[in-house]
C-alpha cells in the first residue's frame, strides 16, 4: 500500500496536506527525471564552486559537481521523489495485542531546510493497534522517507506522526524525535552538544498515563 504513489501530481499535493505533508512544492515539482535533475544541479554547483574561486581542473575538485549532484537526488533529498515513498505491509493483529509498540532510536539523518547542512539525531515511535500491525522496518522506512528532505524538525515529527495514523488506521500514534542541528553546532551560534527534542502525540497518546509510558520506555 502507498498513500501517495501513483496518483497524479496534483493528487499527490492534496492527499500529501492531508498528511500534513506541508512541503511547498511546486506543481510540477515531478516534471523533470531524476537523471534531468542531476545533469541540471551538476551544472549549477559547477557555477558555485567556480564562483567561490575552486580550480575544477584539480583532479580531487573535478567530480564534486556530479557527486554532489547525484548525492542530492539519490540519497540526501530523495524523499522528495514519490516513487521512494516506502510500501507499506499491514498485518492483522492476530494475537490481539493491545499494548502500545514502540520502536525507538531510528536513526535520522536529514538536512535543515534554511543552511541545507545536516540534522542528525533519533526518532521514537509509539502506536496502538487499531486491528492492524506494521512491518517494524516500514517504522524506520517511513521516517527515512519523510527525513530525506529539507526540512525543519517540527515539520518532519509531524509528518511521520500523521502518515502513520492514515497508514495504521489509528489516531493511537506517538512520535518523539531528538536531533543536533549541524547550522547550530558548526555555524551561528557554535553551540556544540545543545539537542533539539519534538514530540507528536496523538489519541490514547494524549493521555498522561499513556504518555508518560511511553516516555519512560524510550529513555530506557
Ligand atoms: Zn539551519
Same mark, same amino acid.
Request: charged share 25%; hydrophobic share 40%.
Given at each position: 500500500?502507498?498513500?501517495?504513489?501513483?496518483?497524479?501530481? /496534483?493528487?499527490?499535493?492534496?492527499? &500529501?496536506?492531508l498528511?500534513? =505533508?506541508? $512541503?511547498?512544492?511546486?506543481?510540477? @515539482?515531478?516534471?523533470?527525471?531524476?537523471?534531468? +535533475?542531476?545533469?541540471?544541479? /551538476?551544472? +549549477? !554547483?559547477?557555477?558555485?564552486?567556480l564562483?567561490?574561486?575552486?580550480d575544477?581542473?584539480?583532479?580531487?575538485?573535478?567530480?564534486?559537481?556530479?557527486?554532489?549532484a +547525484?548525492?542530492?537526488? &539519490?540519497?540526501?533529498?530523495?524523499?522528495?521523489?514519490? /516513487?521512494?515513498?516506502?510500501?507499506?505491509?499491514?498485518? =492483522?493483529?492476530?494475537?490481539?495485542?493491545?499494548?502500545?509498540?514502540?520502536?525507538? &532510536?531510528? %536513526?535520522?539523518?536529514?538536512c535543515?531546510?534554511?543552511?541545507?547542512?545536516?540534522?542528525?539525531?533519533?526518532? $521514537?515511535?509509539?502506536?496502538?493497534?487499531?486491528?492492524?500491525?506494521?512491518?517494524?522496518?516500514?517504522?524506520?522506512?517511513?521516517?527515512?522517507? !519523510? @527525513?530525506?528532505?529539507?526540512?525543519?524538525?517540527?515539520?518532519?515529527?509531524?509528518?511521520?506522526?500523521?502518515?502513520?495514523?492514515?497508514?495504521?488506521?489509528?489516531?493511537?500514534?506517538?512520535?518523539?524525535?531528538?536531533?543536533? $542541528?549541524?547550522?547550530? @553546532? *558548526?555555524?551561528?551560534?557554535?553551540?556544540?552538544? *545543545?539537542?533539539?527534542?519534538?514530540?507528536?502525540?496523538?489519541?490514547? !497518546?494524549?493521555? %498522561?498515563?499513556?504518555?508518560? /509510558? !511511553?516516555?519512560?520506555?524510550? +529513555? $530506557?
Amino acid at each position: 500500500m502507498n498513500l501517495t504513489r501513483s496518483k497524479s501530481n /496534483e493528487d499527490r499535493l492534496v492527499i &500529501n496536506k492531508l498528511l500534513g =505533508d506541508n $512541503h511547498i512544492l511546486i506543481p510540477d @515539482a515531478d516534471e523533470l527525471a531524476p537523471a534531468e +535533475k542531476i545533469k541540471l544541479i /551538476e551544472k +549549477k !554547483f559547477r557555477d558555485i564552486m567556480l564562483i567561490l574561486g575552486l580550480d575544477l581542473t584539480d583532479d580531487s575538485l573535478k567530480d564534486t559537481p556530479l557527486r554532489v549532484a +547525484k548525492m542530492y537526488v &539519490n540519497e540526501t533529498f530523495s524523499g522528495l521523489l514519490p /516513487e521512494n515513498e516506502p510500501s507499506i505491509t499491514l498485518f =492483522d493483529n492476530k494475537y490481539n495485542y493491545s499494548e502500545m509498540l514502540i520502536e525507538k &532510536n531510528i %536513526p535520522v539523518y536529514s538536512c535543515c531546510e534554511h543552511h541545507f547542512v545536516p540534522i542528525i539525531g533519533k526518532a $521514537h515511535i509509539g502506536y496502538i493497534s487499531g486491528g492492524k500491525v506494521i512491518g517494524l522496518s516500514k517504522l524506520n522506512r517511513i521516517v527515512h522517507y !519523510f @527525513a530525506k528532505r529539507p526540512q525543519v524538525q517540527e515539520r518532519l515529527t509531524v509528518q511521520v506522526a500523521e502518515y502513520l495514523k492514515e497508514a495504521l488506521g489509528t489516531e493511537n500514534v506517538a512520535v518523539m524525535m531528538e536531533a543536533e $542541528h549541524l547550522c547550530v @553546532a *558548526s555555524r551561528g551560534v557554535r553551540d556544540v552538544g *545543545s539537542s533539539t527534542i519534538t514530540s507528536s502525540y496523538h489519541g490514547q !497518546f494524549l493521555d %498522561p498515563v499513556k504518555r508518560n /509510558e !511511553f516516555n519512560l520506555q524510550i +529513555k $530506557h
